[in-house]
């Protein structure tokens, strides 16, 4: 895996508590069943992504994406999150990570962080710098991008998902190698 322009978009990372794996369309119910927590979405540029036809949408467009993961507790062997790679610019060296999901379980702890620390180690492998693309208004993932070690770069309106919204965006460099 020398070649630069090679990214594996959904691979299988295995951290302390969690693992993330390519996301299939058998775990649909499974993340459903997370994701139809109205609570999770109240900040999200679209908050009614807790009812199932928007759900159903967003996880049809999430499989078609080549880059959707399910986020599972070890532990419990449960499915408690999404998150995504996209926008991979390999001349750039750049690549963005978000769709980022959690149970309300599994907020305020280390999971958030570990399941973006495994997703931007694995990315760093052929990118130079990871983006996120957070919703002007969403303040708890504001904060976790904080807690992850993002940076905020500027706020700019973007087209996700066929909607032009006003995001905030922070990316990660990578180190320098000595």
Known sequence: MNDPLNLELQPRLHGE???????????????????????????????????????????SDALASGGALVIVDTASGRVIGSSRYYE?????????????????????????????WLMIRHAFRRAEIVWFHVGKNNWRS???????????????????NGRVRDYVFFKIEAPLEL
């Not at 069943?33 to 967003?58: C, G, K, M, T």
């Open 17 to 59: 508590t969690i693992s993330l794996a390519p996301l299939r369309a058998d775990d649909f119910e499974a993340l459903y069943a997370v994701a139809s927590d109205p609570l999770i979405w109240e900040q999200h540029p679209d908050p009614l992504r807790y009812q199932r036809p928007v759900f159903e949408q967003f996880f």
């Open 142 to 160: 504001r904060m976790a991008m904080k807690k992850i070690g993002g940076v905020f770069s500027h706020e700019a309106p973007k087209e996700l």
């Open 88 to 116: 991979w610019m390999p001349a750039d060296r750049e690549i963005a990570i978000g769709y980022t999901f959690l149970a309300r379980s599994h907020w305020g702890g280390r999971t958030n962080l570990e399941a973006k």
